[in-house]
């Protein structure tokens, strides 16, 4: 087992290495650079910049280099633990990604284990009830909740709530507490604000979710062992519960890993419509803005978090399965 | 034995499901009595309603099968003289959650499948132990080892934290028949327990089913296609088919003097180690009918060499009695007496 994690540990930074030249190459495939961009801003607010000038910063800011030069330019910074200078806001990126990287992480956790809390149940009582008033129920809305993209629900439920409640569900914190240091006043307010964007972000998952869990459990339903727990005598919801719930939950660990990166670029689109402090508005300003180092260290700690979620569900998956355990 | 009250009686049981495409009557009108330390043996070919019939028994038939009409009743262990009737049970209650595994335990038909791959056999064993009697878990882990150990496995204090599939076949049919056991039964119920091993594990298999029964005077209702296993095993035989019972008696009158057209064709297409002769063996001319058109009648007429038209696809013969215990559902035996219960 620990061979096994150290095995998988070990291949991260190989892992890491071909993202980043992949994500390089793909923030720079758009024409023009951060310069061209910042320009054009300025022309649009009335102010310029000649070319003298704007070359100047270039050849200041490097890009006026080949972009394998670039890259190597980076990377050498990258190892060094500093990822480099936002163009935008000229402040590291270190620091800029560090403010929002713990919001994110939280969000996007409220969110899996919220999804889990309503397609475990909804999945049980749909396979349970197969065909039911209920199981349909249940359908309908699992087909909502993924046809409906998120940042629409997040707009909807906005306005209800603040038709409905006077609830003004903008952002992480209250005005009062935007700027305040943490405190366990400031945390709980965090908690009455979380709730509706990790809602929002779970539905779309825990539909996905439910449906796999009632075909699972469906399958197992019909397992023969069934039949031996009934001749035991056992009641059939205490059955259900110890048997193929369990065995059906099995395969959707193995789904966690495809999960996390799924909430990181749901929660980009929901964040920016909610104003959420999380990495999602960062990065998206920091592409249409052309801001490459920004953009870059941004996918590139999306990447290691889904690896690092991958391998986590990978030894979930080991820990609650005896068959692969001890293989 | 006529004198002695039966601990197991099912007397007319009839198992429909209803599906979209029409009704099949898998168990349509069985009667047999299992008397206590006698191996009852229930011989027919696939989809005849052997399954079906133990499922019934135990209240364990499974949506949209339904029990229509009949009735199973069990002695009571302590007044056998009193009868349970399991039939008007609720299906979910107490009362057949008690009767299952505790007085009737049922050896199922696939021993890979039987147990689940992510819980130890012990602690699917002990939990079977806790349902029946009044133990703490450890006492349970105890009557599980040495239930282990009576099923002839080795090492049980290390077996009982093995997973199924850790084990090899005969193993988790032995485990299986531990946890059977378990709950101290008076009946057992075993739906082709060898089927899915090899020959020699089978002959162990049996021998150990034999020795447990005698040890521990239980009856066993054994449900079986092959009639080799059948002959070895059993006092009394059952033969079905299409849903019916066709013949019973005991086994020498059934293997020695069959009486229906059916068990005769049975017994004749059974190959033989000592006839040296190289003809072709015969078989039963046509085939089972499907489940949804079964015919009027006899459900054997349209295979059978001596049915009478105009009478055996018309009516359903009644049970004759033709020997010692042996009944026939056949009209070529309406001279004989009627058995009526």
Redesign the interface.
């Known amino acids: 087992m620990a061979s096994y994690i150290a095995k998988r540990l070990l291949v991260i930074p190989l892992l890491l290495l071909v993202f980043s030249i992949v994500i390089f190459f793909l923030i720079q495939a758009p024409p023009g650079d951060f310069m061209t961009t910042y320009s054009a801003i300025l022309a649009g607010s009335g102010s310029s910049m000649d070319n003298e000038q704007l070359n100047l910063m270039r050849v200041d800011y490097g890009l006026d280099k080949p972009m394998h030069i670039q890259y190597f330019r980076w990377m050498g910074k990258l190892l060094h633990g500093d990822m480099g200078l936002s163009l935008l806001y000229m402040l590291p990126n270190t620091k800029l990604i560090g403010d929002r990287i713990g919001l994110t992480v939280l969000l996007a956790f409220f969110s899996f284990i919220l999804s889990w809390l309503i397609a475990i149940p909804a999945g049980i009582f749909s396979a349970t009830h197969k065909n039911s008033i209920g199981d349909y129920f249940f359908t309908v809305i699992n087909y909502i909740g993924v046809a409906i993209p998120n940042f629409f629900l997040a707009l909807l439920l906005m306005w209800i709530c603040y038709d409905l409640w006077g609830l003004n569900l903008v952002g992480l914190f209250s005005p009062k507490y935007e700027m305040a240091p943490w405190s366990w006043a400031k945390i709980g307010d965090l908690l009455s604000h979380i709730w509706l964007p990790s809602l929002i972000l779970a539905l779309g998952g825990s539909a996905r979710l439910t449906r796999i869990m009632r075909a699972n459990l469906l399958d197992e339903l019909g397992k023969p062992y069934m039949i031996t727990g009934r001749a035991k005598g056992m009641s059939e919801w205490a059955l259900v519960m110890k048997y193929p719930v369990r065995l059906a939950i099995n395969p959707l660990v193995s789904t966690i890993g495809n999960y996390i990166p799924q909430l990181f670029s749901g929660s980009l689109v929901v964040a920016t419509v909610m104003n959420l402090q999380n990495i999602g508005p960062l990065l998206l300003q920091a592409l249409s803005m052309q801001d490459m180092y920004l953009s870059g260290s941004i996918l590139l700690v999306y990447c290691l978090l889904a690896i690092v979620g991958t391998i986590l569900s990978d030894m979930l998956l080991v820990w609650v399965d005896p068959r692969i355990r001890m293989e | 034995m006529t004198d002695q009250k039966p601990l197991l009686s099912v007397r007319d049981i009839k198992v429909y499901f209803n599906l979209d495409e029409g009704t099949v009557k898998s168990v349509d009108g069985v009667s047999f009595d299992a008397y206590e330390g006698q191996v009852l043996g229930i011989v027919g070919e696939s989809g005849c309603g052997k399954s079906v019939t133990m499922?019934s028994i135990?209240r364990?038939v499974e949506p949209p099968g339904k029990i229509m009409e009949g009735q199973v009743l069990l002695s009571k262990r302590d007044h056998p003289d009193e009868y349970l009737d399991l039939t008007s049970m609720n299906e979910?209650g107490k009362e057949i959650?008690?009767?299952?595994?505790?007085e009737i335990?049922?050896i199922?038909?696939?021993p890979m499948?039987?147990?689940?791959?992510?819980?130890t056999i012990g602690n699917?064993i002990i939990?079977?132990i806790m349902?029946?009697c009044d133990v703490n878990k450890k006492e349970a882990r105890e009557i599980c080892i040495q239930s282990l150990k009576s099923v002839g496995m080795s090492m049980p204090e290390k077996r009982v934290d093995s997973?199924s599939?850790?084990l090899s076949g005969g193993l988790r049919q032995r485990a299986?028949i531990a946890?059977a056991i378990a709950?101290n039964p008076r009946l057992l119920i075993a739906d082709e327990p060898t089927t899915a091993i090899d020959v020699t594990t089978q002959a162990q298999i049996l021998k150990l089913l034999k020795d447990l029964q005698r040890e521990r005077g239980m009856s066993i209702l054994f449900i079986t296609h092959d009639l080799g296993v059948i002959a070895q095993m059993a006092q009394y035989v059952v033969v079905m088919y299409l849903g019916r019972v066709m013949e019973k008696g005991p086994v020498d009158s059934i293997f020695h003097d069959p009486k229906h057209p059916y068990t005769q064709a049975l017994l004749r297409s059974i190959p033989s180690a000592q006839k040296t002769t190289k003809i072709k063996l015969p078989t039963i001319s046509g085939s089972i009918p499907h489940p949804f058109n079964k015919p009027k009648g006899c459900p054997f007429h349209p295979r059978c060499a001596y049915a009478i038209k105009g009478k055996c696809n018309v009516n359903l013969p009644s049970e004759y009695i033709v020997g010692d215990q042996q009944y026939v559902s056949c009209f070529r035996y309406e001279k004989s007496e009627v058995n009526i219960r």
Do not use: C, D, N, T
Not at chain 2, 97 to 102: D, F, K, L, Q, S
């Open positions: 499922k135990l364990i979910k959650r008690a009767v299952r595994g505790g335990a049922l199922p038909q696939e499948a039987a147990f689940s791959p992510v819980h699917q939990e079977a349902l029946h997973y599939w850790q299986i946890m709950g």
